[in-house]
């Protein structure tokens, strides 16, 4: 059984936003960690290696400095490594993104393939989903729960007030949530063994049956407008109503005012 | 000469600090108010390979260098100096003597379960009247067919209670040395359970007191000829070649304490305000932080030099004096500083830094007090 998580170095937000000009985002500038909700997918094919024997591949798109993520998923043993960075990859939106990573995954063989759900910097949840359609492939979100039946798998679909069971035949992609699991440290012989290991550098060149057009910035129907760090909130009004009544009348009429209700 | 760490090393740091932070850090208050040895805390380090780290793969290990089981003890013990005294103890005077001194049996025997995790060290050299005098040694092993028998008794030993292995030291014989009678010394390792062998009294600690500090006592316990680690009279060689890497372990300890207290202290002097404005914009405080960071960087450098030497050298027992000499000095400083920074506060055991100051007294005694190193950094210099 072949597995391939689709992981996203991102910043840290401890250690505060950076920008471009543009709009986008200061990576280089940036701490970062591994996405959280990558890391359960990470965690649950580590699962599945431990149970079954599955090879598990780490794919990333980003700056050459994203090796970083290969490296760390390697030392909590993932198999291998593959980082597509290429200047005209730089500034793409989900699009673009999930564009990249099928032209990388067709160039893999796999069985199953695990993305986290959505990634703490941009918070869209759309990737995992736009690469099973570049791919053909089912698609199943949101997983808090999965095991393998034969050549299926099962998993459990969160909603907000309940979950569906959800059974696909492989090949096929899930998205992770990262309350799927509690996912494994690192260990320290992991560590100097996964920076021993050679990592896949793959380019443009290397992305099989994508169109320019569908790649970097210029591939982006996304523009940014504007973005910025978040703006702390003032120290608010504070007001001490004689009784409970006196306090509804005064939220009340505050909602009104705001045409809230 | 570089003194950036590599990014395998930085990695490895950022490990140990998650790890600590995550687990560690959330019961060092418990374990010290309760005295209760963090069992859990050990069996999640087993699980990730935290005590095996300087062992080779073969034998269960993580196959790393002195350096990165350095940065375990130090992360660990920044947050709780019990946790990392439990992992210098089990690796530095267990683990190390067996690997440096024991037969490839005794390699397959002992060391794997122990590097793995799946079974805790322990080290018996000090007794009643041994402390800084190995020589005087009361506890004897004597060989009797197949087997040694072993009567005496060991005190203040670091994971008493707790340990599966032990390498034990215990008089065989005298032996003429440069025209006077000396005491032949050898080691053995002992497993728990052996019969004859039980426990004493529990140490109550000033500090470090989740770490199950117990007397050990040896009534006609037999022990496997087999048993015997190294060869006869080679047990001071191997004592003193084990509290060399041992020292080092404490140094890390000693440093990591160190830094802990005075992380707790930045955030504190920043957040406490007193006649308008925070205490850390006081200029008593901010000197008092600059000697204090300006020293545990100093303590840092030693300590991974001995690690680095541990690593490269044959002998490494002068940096490693070195090392734990400054460091557990610089501990228990900045601590006490730390405690006088915080107030009435620091000395209430609601703020970290009043353990820290407890924990910090130890590294200046155990594995050699401070007078001891200097004895060894002395004798060096002097030879």
Redesign the interface.
Known sequence: MKVVVCIKQVPDTKGGVKFNPDGTLDRAAMMTIMNPDDKAGLEAALRLKDQYGAEVTVLTMGLPKAEDVLREALAMGADKGILVTDRVLGGADTWATSQTLAGALRNIDYDLIITGRQAIDGDTAQVGPQISEHLGIPVISYAQNLKIEGDSVIVERQYDDRYHVLKAKMPCLITALSELNEPRYMTPGGIFDAFKAEITVWGRADLKDVDDSNLGLKGSPTQIAKASDKVRKGAGEKVTPNDPAEAVDYIVGKLKEKHII | MDFSLS??HE??QS?FR??AEKEAKPLAQEVDETEVFPRETVNKMAK???LG?PVP?EYG????DPL?YVM?VEELSKVCGTTGVIVSAHTSLCIDPIMTFGTEEQKQKYLIPLAKGEKLGAFGLTEPGAGTDAQGQQTKAVLDGNEYVINGSKIFITNGKEADVYVIFAVTGMIEKRGRMMKEISAFIVEKGTPGFTFGTKEKKMGIRGSSTYELIFTDCRVPAENLLGKVGQGFKIAMHTLDGGRIGIAAQALGIAEGALERTIEYTKERKQFGKSIAAQQNTQFQLADMATKVEAAKLLVYKAAMAKATQKEYGFEAAQAKLYAAEVAMEVTTKAVQLHGGYGYTREYDVERMMRDAKITEIYEGTSEVQRMVISAALLK
Do not use: D, S, V
């Not at chain 2, 290990?61 to 790393?64: A, I, K, L, W």
């Open positions: 990014k395998e990695m490895a490990l998650e790890f990730n390979g935290f780290i793969k290990g993580q196959g790393c990165t375990c």
